[in-house]
């Protein structure tokens, strides 16, 4: 059922380069049944996940042989982690088209390249054969070209070719890396749960194992190669900037979680403390970077670095707490930053056409755009870690490994928690609570798309916050599977 | 059927549909002879891999050399194209000199001709210096065919000034050809020497594989863009031949296949382009709007040379880099597929470059729709088919190549 | 189910409020008055122990449970917040906005779940939760300098919220659980971890240096919001040392008690001193509502049961009276038109009423024997003083500088020479009369009789 999101996503894509050119409505429509159809089987592998009585154990939906002549097959599977983040991607896609419903010139163009790119995440997501992986991690990468460049705003093609010369660069790095794995073990597969097995020799893994999560962990936003991630997310449309910073963030952090980790467990412990250190940095840098910028945008763009830190930070403490709470944060924070980017493009930058903190302050939105205000201040309260939403849980669990494996670096993280405060406090006060009670622009209203999309991220982020067994009764026990057992040798947790 | 007759068909196709996508009426009044110097170079390319001894191999090699030098001078009204026949002329005479040279000396040094005859004589007796020259004369010949750098420099000015489907029919079929060939003698005729030659190889493939791409990426001519990225593939096609040789066929004659197929299908749409306004980048500005199918094939085509997935070019790439670091001993060569792969990751950019002028930018003042023969049209749709469903299912391709090798083994 | 229900009502009150405006906002704090006070009835105050529990699994692998119950210490908290909730709306009835009084049914909401709440993850999110409404509350209908003072409540008690909550992880992280009872009986936290739990609880009471945050936000917020803050969310910060720090560090506050017992003396005595020197009204309130605080850390500090019952005791009357005095505060700066003190003279000869009852506050505030202020004061200093000596000692200055800075104000305020504009300055009408009223009374009432509340306390 869940490999249907693959194929219904690719579908959509076709089918709509085929519709005829100047008819925008036909185009959002066809795209908004392929993106509900794939929303409908991620979360039927999700309930059949949870329901299962081993939610942890890996599911095979697809295993055929595809290129016999170098071991590749076309294998698809699933486990607590990949039906939680095809579940991201599947809500993510919907509220994505929703908040571009007003996309007029080129749509069917948009939407095709925006239906292959999610039909790309949904590859990544559901892939165990590492070639087939990096297939759909490859295919990727164009769609998110064209959307900027074609749709984007500020400096579009340089945010544009930036990207995806970062993410092409970060995947060469992966295929050298994969190919060098695949000839050592001489096995003639590219199954991962295979290669797993393979007893890499150490000092081959140190470096395989650097390269590789190096090249997953730029798409990550692994400090200090974030940067083409707020240049990137400002330049986008918002559907794209949503999509960018909500779930393709987050293949690099999956990659590097689940080829990088599970494939070099021992050049994982050879570098584990310096990658964290490097995750704490972007946890401070990008909240501090955010407090001081003047652009609406730009705010969020470095608040994404901040957040994806937390993941990154998650993933190394080897706990199984810290890398549960990495996952469910991969999770929380693919729908809070689509839910604030949605407000600060969708909502503002389409009406006030300015994204200037200063220039927003005079035009007094809390009166003149309520919804949108209401929506930030929610956004605002998720974003900041409160608790009642879901980055709380997922914080709390990032931070509680953090603590029993680095706990200065924890203590410095909380600091990052603090700065985010003042941030996203600082943005939101500039941007809807002017002082000037008088002034009030008028805008038009927002539109019922926007608002169900709206209200449908803030149900996800909600319902987690107070339910989190939502998805940890998915999450935790994949940790326990066969799989993953080598991370824990050595670990002791 | 064996891999010559792979490599012969593959040939004879692309000929076929260089020849049927040519229009010679537009640049030429001589269509009849164009048509046999078409004809007279595909011929010297069969006999090319069919050739099994280094004779016969030099003299299909002229003739499919004249054969195009002459073609390349066929636009009698356009200064450029007779430069770039000169041009290549007087390199390929160069470099035909010194294949002959390095043959002759081969000859000296083994007494004789055969390829199998020559690696028996070889092994037979301890190598002479002299061998080596000939080999590396040799070697440098082929490179020039190949425009592999650093003997590539007539490349650019040919693929820009020649008319544009003798420039596809260059790029792509006499690749095949020649890089054919150039595995058999080395392969068959000078397997002892591997040690040898391979280091002359890798040298090549990497100034090869930078060169074409840094080059590649401040070009503001299409043609001369492909020319030089013609040099880097030449370079990512050099390194299947460092690989094992039950590795380093398929990966060979898949990658240059694939790579002939795509080169063809993005000359055929510049080509198109040119007779509707120019073959510079500007000129392809919002291409998409007034030809959007065929947009799209060229989308496919510059794809499949930066070597994104699921089309053929990466898959090509991708056997090659596997091919090469799995050859003995293991992992030996990474360091060249960290290169290969770094310069791969520089093209995305040119490449992107071409595709941002046809989709992103907005059309500059001509925006008529464009109308190309239909023929012309079916053949790039049909290319582009190709090279997706090669990257998706290159089995279709692979299954062959290496029953073809494990039948008739070299 | 009950307290579960309490929490509940203004929660939902505040959505309805929404849509049907204040009457139904104070509908909503009423019914939630009436329900504590049904609670306080089948409240057994001789049973030891929490009453009216609730559990619920929420998430099992990480310790949080869904956890309420209601000791004596609770139910007279919640008694608190139900009392000043209608107080505080009635206060602000001039605001037309049902935002504001939404925003204030959510903080009530939040007060009744942190006073309930008896696991920290539990705990930890009315803690939070109930700042996003006041930060709201003081920015948008607050004074001139309202947003500063909002952002620089919001981020100092984030400030500690985060710190505690990194010290909470560290203390999941060793012994495995959130639950309260659990960790005063296991955790063997180290003094950094009490570090971390201390700031957080000091920067909410607040105590001296990380008070900063207080006389501003206090001055500019609304009235009704300043009522609350003073009255309820002020408590929250003791109500954390006395369920959360006492408990699961004793050791450690008997380590530290000595300096712990100057930071109170201070809070005492520093805050009082700045009130000497203070101009705005209102800020006269604020920095006397930290002194008064003062005493009930320094009775925690003093660690004796009997100075835990005057804690307490404290911590309701001076919500009461302190709510009072900003009740009265507003409504002079709504009739004059301005908080500063030498604006206004001899206001007792037109407006006797409002003196007569601004005066017991006053009075109340300062500690007089008869009013309630006086008998939490007197239990803490009765136990402190044999236990903390010269911090104690020095804490009786405040007392002092209490009683001189009210006084004046008192003589500045009501009595002198009555300048011209204020010659037809209206006196208390009935409808602030009534609304004033509950609160007068019960400074009478505990004055002279604290039984009821001590009762509920000796066995928590």
Not at chain 1, 1 to 13: K, N, Q, R, V
């Amino acid at each position: 059922m869940l490999a249907w999101t693959i194929y219904i996503s690719f579908a959509g894509a076709a089918l709509l380069m085929c519709l005829p050119e100047k008819r925008p409505a036909a185009a959002r429509w066809t795209a908004l049944v392929a993106a509900l159809a794939g929303l409908a089987c991620a979360v039927a592998g999700w309930m059949a996940c949870r329901q299962s009585p081993n939610p942890g154990a890996l599911v095979d939906l697809v295993n055929k042989a595809w290129i016999p002549e170098v071991g590749v097959r076309f294998h698809l599977a699933s486990d607590g982690i990949s039906v939680t983040l095809a579940l991201l991607t599947g809500i993510a896609a919907v509220v994505g088209i929703l908040f571009s419903w007003n996309i007029e010139q080129r749509a069917k163009e948009f939407f095709a390249l925006y239906l292959a790119l999610i039909g790309g995440v949904y590859g990544v997501f559901l892939s165990f054969d590492l070639f087939l992986l990096f297939v759909f991690y490859e295919i990727a990468i164009i769609p998110k070209y064209f959307l900027i460049a074609i749709w984007g705003s500020t400096r579009r093609e340089y945010g544009a070719m930036k990207l995806a010369l970062y993410s092409f660069v970060g995947s060469a790095m992966v295929l050298v890396g994969l190919i060098a794995a695949y000839v050592v073990a001489g096995s003639q597969t590219f199954d991962l749960v295979e290669l797993a097995k393979y007893p890499f020799p150490a000092a081959f893994q140190n470096w395989a194992f650097l390269l590789v999560f190096i090249g997953f962990a730029i798409l990550a936003g692994l400090w200090p190669f974030h940067t083409w991630a707020p240049t990137g997310h400002v330049a986008a449309p918002t559907a794209a900037s949503m999509l960018l910073a909500g779930v393709v963030m987050k293949l690099g952090a999956y990659g590097a979680l689940r080829v990088g980790m599970t494939l070099f467990p021992i050049g994982l412990h050879t570098w584990q403390n310096y990658i964290a250190t490097l995750a704490v940095i972007g946890i401070v840098y990008g909240a501090t970077v955010a407090l001081v910028q003047k652009d609406f945008k730009f705010v969020i763009g470095y608040s994404s670095v901040s957040h994806m830190g937390f993941v990154l930070l998650g993933m190394m403490t080897l706990s199984q707490i810290g890398l549960s709470g990495a996952t469910l944060q991969m999770f929380s924070h693919g729908i809070i930053a689509g839910l604030l980017f949605a407000v600060v493009g969708r909502m503002v930058y389409d009406r006030a056409h300015t994204r200037d903190l200063g220039t927003l302050q005079g035009m007094n939105l809390s009166k003149s755009l309520p919804f949108a205000a209401v929506t930030f201040v929610i956004a605002g309260a998720a974003s900041m870690g409160l608790p009642g939403f879901s980055g709380f849980i997922a914080e709390l669990q990032v931070l509680t490994g953090a603590w029993r494996a680095f706990p200065t670096l924890m203590m410095l993280a909380a600091l990052g928690v603090i700065v985010g405060v003042a941030f996203t406090l600082r943005a939101m006060t500039k941007a809807f609570f002017s002082e000037d009670a008088a002034a009030r622009s008028h805008f038009p209203a927002i539109t019922i798309p926007e608002r169900i999309g709206a209200l449908t991220l803030v149900a996800a982020t909600l319902a987690i916050g107070l339910y989190p067994r939502l998805l940890m009764d998915v999450i935790t026990p994949s940790f326990n599977s066969p799989l993953m057992q080598p991370l824990w040798k050595g670990a002791g947790r | 059927m064996t891999l010559t007759h792979i490599a012969q068909i593959a040939i004879i196709l692309l000929a076929l549909l260089a020849a049927g996508l040519s229009k010679p009426r537009g640049f030429t009044r001589h269509v009849g002879e164009y048509f046999a110097l078409l004809l007279l170079a595909s011929l010297g390319m069969v006999i090319l891999v069919g050739a099994d001894n280094l004779l016969l191999i030099f003299v299909a090699l002229e003739l499919l050399s004249v054969s195009v030098y002459a073609l390349a001078a066929f636009d009698k009204s356009s200064p450029a194209s007779a430069e770039a026949a000169l041009k290549y002329f007087l390199f390929g005479g160069m470099a035909a000199a010194f294949t002959l040279f390095g043959i002759s000396l081969v000859y000296g040094v083994t007494g004789e001709i055969r390829l199998e005859a020559i690696a028996n004589a070889l092994a037979a007796k301890p190598a002479e210096p002299i061998f080596y020259v000939g080999l590396v004369m040799t070697l440098c010949g082929f490179a020039f065919k190949l425009a592999a750098a650093p003997f590539h420099w007539w490349a650019p000015d040919v693929y820009q000034g020649a008319p544009t489907p003798v420039a596809a029919f260059i790029a792509s079929s006499s690749k095949v050809a020649s890089f054919y060939v150039l595995a058999r003698i080395l392969f068959i005729a000078f397997p002892g020497a591997r040690t040898d030659w391979m280091s002359i190889i890798a040298a090549l493939a990497v100034i090869s594989m930078l060169l074409g791409n840094v080059a590649a990426l401040v070009q503001t001519s299409v043609k001369r863009l492909l020319a030089y990225s013609a040099v880097a593939h030449a370079g990512y096609a050099l390194l299947a031949l460092l690989a094992d040789p039950q590795h380093a066929w398929p990966a060979l004659i898949f990658y240059t296949i694939t790579y002939a197929v795509t080169v063809l299908g993005a000359f055929t749409v510049v080509a198109v382009a040119e007779q509707n306004g120019g073959a510079n980048m500007r000129d392809l500005a919002g291409l998409s709007r007034r030809a959007p199918v065929m947009s799209f094939c060229m989308l496919v085509f510059m794809l499949s040379l930066a070597g994104i997935p699921p089309l053929a070019g990466f898959f090509g790439k991708f056997y090659v880099f596997i091919a090469a670091a799995s050859a003995a001993p293991r992992l030996g060569l990474l360091w060249l597929v960290i290169v290969a792969v770094a310069a791969s990751a520089i093209s995305l950019y040119y490449y992107l470059q071409v595709l941002k002028q046809i989709y992103a930018t907005a059309p500059g003042e001509k925006t008529a729709p464009l109308a190309p023969a239909y023929f012309t049209q079916a053949a790039i749709v049909f290319m582009a088919c190709a090279v997706v469903g090669l990257g998706c299912f290159p089995s279709l391709l692979l299954t062959r190549i290496t029953a073809a090798l494990t039948a008739h083994p070299f | 189910m009950k307290l579960t229900l309490l929490t509940l009502i203004p929660l939902v009150g505040g959505v309805l409020t929404l849509r049907w405006g204040r009457k139904a906002a104070l509908a909503a704090s009423l019914a939630a008055l009436a329900f504590v006070g049904v609670l306080w009835a089948m409240f057994d105050s001789s049973a030891t122990g929490l009453q009216f529990v609730e559990r619920a699994s929420w998430v099992p692998s990480l310790g949080m449970e869904y956890s309420l119950g209601a000791d004596g210490l609770g139910l007279l908290m919640l008694a608190l917040s139900a009392l000043l909730t209608p107080f505080a709306m009635a206060a602000s009835w001039k605001i037309k906005d049902n935002l504001y009084f939404a925003l204030t049914l959510f903080v009530e909401a939040g007060l009744f779940g942190t006073f309930t709440a008896q696991n920290f993850a539990h705990w930890f999110i009315f803690w939070e939760l109930s700042l996003i409404p006041a930060f709201f509350l003081i920015k948008l209908w607050g004074g001139p300098k309202a947003s500063r003072a909002a952002f620089q409540f919001f981020l100092y008690t984030m400030v500690g919220s985060v710190t505690m909550l990194a010290a909470f992880i560290a203390l999941y992280a060793s012994t495995g659980v959130f639950d309260f009872a659990q960790l005063s009986k296991s955790g063997h936290p180290t003094m950094l971890i009490f570090l971390g739990v201390f700031l957080g609880f000091a920067v909410k009471v607040p105590l001296v240096p990380f008070h900063t945050w207080l006389p501003d936000a206090y001055a500019e917020a609304p009235t009704g919001t300043s009522m609350l803050l003073t009255g309820a969310m002020s408590k929250m910060g003791v109500y954390g040392f006395l369920r959360i720090l006492v408990p699961i560090f004793p050791e450690q506050l008997k380590a530290a008690q000595t300096p712990l017992l100057w930071l109170a003396a201070a809070t005492i005595v520093l805050p009082a001193a700045a009130a000497f020197a203070q101009r705005d009204l209102k800020r006269i309130v604020a920095y006397s509502s930290i002194n008064h605080l003062g005493y009930c850390m320094l009775g925690i500090f003093a660690a004796t049961p009997a100075a835990y019952n005057g804690v307490v005791l404290q911590m309701f009357n001076h919500g009461i009276t302190a709510a009072a005095l900003f009740y009265f505060v507003g409504l002079i700066e709504e009739r004059g038109g301005s908080r500063d003190l030498y604006h206004y003279g001899g206001l007792r000869q037109v407006a006797p009423v409002f003196c007569g009852l601004m005066g017991i506050t006053v009075f109340a505030s300062v500690g007089l024997p008869g009013l309630n202020g006086f008998v939490g004061e007197f239990l803490i200093y009765q136990s402190a003083l044999p236990q903390a000596g010269w911090p104690a000692l020095v804490s009786v200055l405040g007392l002092l500088l209490t009683a001189i800075f009210y006084l004046t104000l008192l003589q500045r305020v009501f009595t002198g020479l009555l300048p011209a504009q204020w010659r037809h300055w209206p006196d208390l009408t009935a409808r602030e009369r009534w609304i004033a009223a509950p609160a007068i009374a019960l400074m009478f009432a505990l004055g002279v009789y604290p039984q009821p509340l001590l009762r509920l306390l000796n066995l928590s």
